[in-house]
């Protein structure tokens, strides 16, 4: 059985990476694309990987509910997901929905596609909310001590630069990134806010740019109520993630640099001074922080293998 996809949003970032992974699906088939721009053109002329019959659609809501498909994925930026949503919602029998901003990551009437955490609610679903790329990372690498903690653990993040899109601004500049980490937003974060409301219990995060193209690193201090060795902290995480294809847990520190291309999570570290726990958390935010994450959830949704489409880290052979 092969099912067919929409995607808005091809020439984006996101886009491209679910139009590569899905080049590789054994079940689920490109079949229409949109974009603001280049409409008319074929995908092909800015995608390599994509199929060759595709030609960029105009992006209206009212185009994209008339595609017979049986999942429809929106790569946009935040705020425009909703007038997909009700077109998509009135039609006799609505495809899936993925949607990849933060639009609809509160909204109890979408299920949040976490799947480490909701994979339950996640199958069979037909409207999924996909995470943001800091907030898997800080919901994976806190989630094992829940129940455990004295207070908000703080996560230091830093993500590399395809993380703010590829509409012009300081967060995308590789001139204002040479040599340079930009700190923003250090109080409030959308994320923040997503994380703690996910995790249900505080946690604190400040994010930074850095020159570097893809991934993102997270520092995440932990304060415990009482105390655990390394060893036992290394065990909890080990338990919490045996069965888990996406996320990787070592002793060792991961860096950020092994995280570009990686579909996985990977936790790591364990330090503890006393009552203070330090984990670290590397991913690739365009793939486990969105479009590796955005298959997990498809493959739920339409009861496929949740791998499909998800290559092994590194592949089989190599491994
Ligand atoms: N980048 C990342 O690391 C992550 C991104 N996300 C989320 O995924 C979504 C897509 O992100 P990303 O691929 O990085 O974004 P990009 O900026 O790379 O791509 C945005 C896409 O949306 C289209 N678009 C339509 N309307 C607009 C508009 N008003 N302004 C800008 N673009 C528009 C663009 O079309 P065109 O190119 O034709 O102009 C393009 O195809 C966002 O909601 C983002 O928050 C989530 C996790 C990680
Ligand atoms: C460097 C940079 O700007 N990063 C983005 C990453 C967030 C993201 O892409 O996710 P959502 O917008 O889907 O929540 C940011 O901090 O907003």
Redesign the pocket.
């Known amino acids: 059985m092969s099912f067919t996809l929409g995607l808005?949003?091809?020439?984006?970032?996101?886009?491209?990476?679910l139009a590569r992974l899905l080049a590789g699906h054994p079940g689920l088939r490109l079949a229409r694309a949109a974009?603001?721009?280049?409409v008319g053109e074929p995908l092909r002329a800015h995608l390599a990987h994509a199929p060759e019959d595709i030609v960029?659609e105009d992006?209206s809501p009212e185009t994209i509910a008339s595609w017979p498909v049986d999942a429809v994925v929106?790569?946009?930026?935040?705020g425009?997901a909703a007038g997909y949503a009700d077109a998509l919602a009135a039609r006799p029998r609505a495809p899936v929905l993925v949607?990849?901003?933060?639009?609809f990551r509160f909204d109890p009437t979408w299920v949040y596609g976490l799947p480490e955490r909701h994979r339950e609610q996640i199958r069979g679903a037909r409207r999924i909310a996909?995470?943001?790329?800091y907030a898997t990372g800080i919901q994976l690498g806190v989630a094992p001590l829940l129940g455990l903690l004295a207070g908000p653990p703080q996560a230091f993040g830093v993500?590399?630069y395809?993380?703010?899109?590829?509409?012009p601004s300081p967060r995308n500049d590789p001139e204002r990134l040479r040599d340079n980490l930009m700190p923003y937003a250090l109080t409030g974060h959308l994320h923040e806010r997503e994380a703690s409301h996910h995790l249900g219990h505080p946690v604190r995060f400040v994010p930074h740019v850095a020159p570097f193209f893809?991934g993102i690193t997270l520092t995440i201090t932990l304060p415990l109520a009482r105390p655990l060795d390394s060893a036992a902290l290394l065990a909890r995480y080990r338990d919490a993630y045996a069965d888990e294809p996406l996320v990787r847990v070592v002793a060792d520190v991961p860096e950020v640099r092994d995280a570009a291309d990686r579909h996985d999570v990977t936790i790591g570290g364990f330090q503890v001074d006393d009552r203070h726990a330090v984990v670290v958390v590397t991913l690739d935010?365009?793939l486990k922080?969105?479009a590796s994450q955005a298959m997990q959830n498809l493959n739920l949704a339409l009861g496929l293998p949740e791998r499909h489409g998800v290559p092994h880290d590194p592949p089989l052979a190599a491994a």
Do not use: F, I, K
């Not at 949607?99 to 639009?103: G, K, P, T």
């Not at 395809?162 to 509409?167: D, K, L, M, N, V």
């Open positions: 808005v949003g091809a020439r984006g970032h996101v886009g491209g990476e974009s603001r721009q280049g960029l992006m929106l790569a946009l930026p935040n425009l949607d990849l901003s933060a639009d996909n995470p943001g790329c993500s590399g395809s993380g703010a899109g590829t509409t893809r935010n365009l922080g969105a």
